[in-house]
């Protein structure tokens, strides 16, 4: 059986500011298709790996590919993978339908009631039909985060990263986003990197993950998280899994 | 392959087929062909859409072919899609069937131009309230600031004093200096023919010290330490800070607008004092390079000039100027609401209503000066 082709490779990785080194030799693998999780404590660097993983920083050391490719992460210009921030990221002063013209203006040709008809369709995927004229200050928190879902869209990236899309909602609105995830992951075939650290979401949706830890610099497991949960020996990741305290007072 | 869709009829029955790259960078195109297969189709009961010749299809291409299945069965026809070799194009198209908006699209109602004037019509008596409301709102803030002087932020006194006074000194003192200069200019050719240079010193004096220099400081203070006040509370209020320190008990109007009305009202006259003597340096190089006149004459026809009443009626406004300032830059930020855009829109207002109420004050100034003889 050929091994599944990668989607991302990350190696040898180094990464910080200044004079300090935040991670070190950072290596793993995102196959096609799976939904891919960053996970690790607070302050451990999973948000500042993802900037990387995305182009907005450099890298010290080490190589990040995007199918076999390295930076710039672009085809004929066109960024190869959307993104979902933390806040959703949406510009304040225009409607939905506008937020994600934003992309198709920038990249395509498409105007007119075609792009309008892209915009409304992919508004609809994420169950937002009814808004797309509503200002991002006229919806709520787990709405904002599912129209910067539509914007990352936009451009038919089979790579999408997302920024913990369940910081700060409520239970029911986090649940409908793990749905979305795994809708845009199966049924679209959508390579989906989460950086996260709500465990009912990770057990969800993630096929595999890599724990990070700020101690250690660097990744500390690797693989399917619901048999990390089971079968680690590492103490930080069974603490991180079974929510105790015994070893993350540690750190 | 280019983008196509073939009809292939009989009867009342149809089957289409694309062909070709029904993607985003196609969608133009792929549009058209559905467009034209969609008139073809007329008086059809049942169509098949066969996938199976498709080069390839993402979410643009499959949008463009859902809705045309949407449409065609909004028109009482039957229509499916053959799966055959391709079950994944399928399920993608049906992915975005069955996610259409349930709720009717809202429309964000365009105003006319009538219409818009009536409604800030209307608004105005609320907002000359709310701004009545805050002054008096910093009016108590103010009082109980001395009894409860934990309540008010002093410890940014020194830092608000130094980006409002020493960073903008530059500023202030350069426009000053080419008022005067100005003012100089006006005086050597208006008064030269005349015969009458020994009234520019005289000139330079009353102009500067009593409207100009206060009118002119306060302008650029409203317009560089304004703005930034007003966005720094601005960005404060849209990030929830202000919130913080209502739920702890503080009242941003002691903590925040305090502070910066008081250093305003510190800074403005000193500000003003070194703008007024730089425009008396610049009327001194002005009238000595241009004219006979000499620097020691000059200066003598300018301490004549310089009477209690002049320095009064200029300085005695420039605490007023700068409440209005602090009370204007510090109520548009606390009343900004929304994202970034917000900021960028109230910190526009408080700059042009703190120079506009500046200009205000200093006309009132003036005619009050006028009718006490003073």
């Known amino acids: ?251 | 392959m280019s983008v196509a869709i073939r009809a292939d009829r009989k009867g009342e029955y149809a089957r289409i087929i694309p062909t070709g790259p029904f993607d985003l960078a196609h969608a133009t195109p792929a549009a058209q062909a559905v467009k034209n297969v969609e008139a073809l189709l007329t008086g059809c009961g049942s169509v098949d859409l066969d996938v199976a010749q498709l080069d390839r299809i993402d979410g643009a291409g499959a949008v463009l072919l859902a809705r045309l299945l949407d449409r065609l069965e909004t028109g009482g026809r039957r229509a499916t899609v053959v799966e055959g070799s391709n079950p994944e194009v399928a399920r993608l198209i049906a992915r975005y069937r069955e996610r259409r908006a349930e709720l009717p699209v809202a429309h964000t109602g365009v105003m006319s131009p009538l219409a818009r004037i009536g409604a800030v019509a209307a608004d105005l008596p609320g907002k000359v309230n709310k701004a009545l409301d805050f002054i008096g709102r910093f009016a108590v803030a103010l009082a109980k600031a001395t009894a409860t002087p934990n309540s008010v932020d002093w410890r940014s006194l020194p830092r608000l004093i130094q980006e409002i006074g020493a960073d903008g000194l530059v500023v202030t003192s350069a426009a000053n200096l080419l008022i005067g200069i100005i003012v100089a200019f006006l005086g050597v050719s208006q008064l030269g023919p005349l015969g009458a240079i020994s009234y520019v010193p005289g000139l330079v004096v009353v102009a500067h010290l009593r409207e100009l220099g206060p009118l002119v400081t306060a302008m650029v203070v409203a317009g560089r330490s304004g703005a930034g006040l007003a966005s720094e509370i601005a960005t404060m209020k849209v990030s929830e800070e202000i919130d913080a320190l209502r739920s702890m008990g503080f009242d941003p109007v002691r903590w925040l607008v305090v502070p910066r009305c008081l250093a305003l009202v510190g800074t403005l006259p000193l500000l003003t004092w070194i703008g007024d003597l730089l425009a008396l340096v610049g009327g001194l190089v002005v009238t000595t390079a241009f004219t006979r006149m000499t620097a020691r004459a000059y200066l003598q026809a300018t301490a004549e000039a310089i009477t209690p009443n002049h320095l009064i009626t200029g300085l005695v406004k420039t605490p007023f100027l700068a409440f209005a300032i602090g009370l204007i830059a510090c109520g548009q930020g606390l009343l900004t609401e929304g994202g970034a855009a917000a900021v960028g829109s109230r910190t526009t207002s408080a700059v042009v209503l703190a120079i506009f109420s500046v200009i205000v004050i200093s006309a009132v100034f003036t005619f009050f000066f006028a009718l006490m003889g003073i």
């Open chain 1, 1 to 251: 059986m050929p091994s599944p082709r990668p989607h991302i490779t990350v190696e040898d990785l180094t990464i910080g500011w200044g004079t300090r080194v935040l991670m070190e030799h950072v290596t793993f693998q995102v196959e096609h298709g799976m939904v891919f999780t960053i996970l690790g404590g607070s302050g451990c660097g999973k948000s500042t790996l993802l900037r990387y993983l995305i182009g907005l920083e450099q890298p010290r050391a080490g190589n990040i590919y995007i199918e076999g490719v390295g930076e710039p992460h672009t085809y004929e210009g066109v960024p190869r993978f959307g993104v979902l921030f933390q806040s959703g990221a949406l510009f304040s002063s225009l409607t939905l339908a506008e937020n994600l013209a934003l992309p198709l203006a920038r990249w395509t040709p498409v105007r007119g009631s075609t792009a309008r008809e892209l915009i409304q369709a992919k508004l609809d995927l994420v169950g937002l039909g009814a808004f797309a004229n509503h200002l991002p200050g006229e919806i709520s928190g787990g709405m904002k985060k599912r129209a910067g879902i539509a914007r990352a869209l936009m451009l038919e990236a089979d790579l999408l990263f997302f920024d913990e899309p369940s910081a700060g909602l409520d239970p029911i609105s986090a649940a409908e986003l793990d749905q979305l995830i795994l809708t845009l992951s199966r049924d679209l075939s959508i390579t989906i990197v989460v950086v996260t650290h709500e465990l009912p979401s990770i057990f969800l949706v993630a096929d595999q993950c890599i724990v990070l830890d700020k101690a250690s610099k660097g990744i500390v497991a690797k693989g399917d998280p619901r048999k990390l949960r089971d079968e680690s020996k590492v103490a930080f990741v069974h603490d991180f899994f079974t929510r105790s305290a015994t070893a993350t007072s540690a750190h």
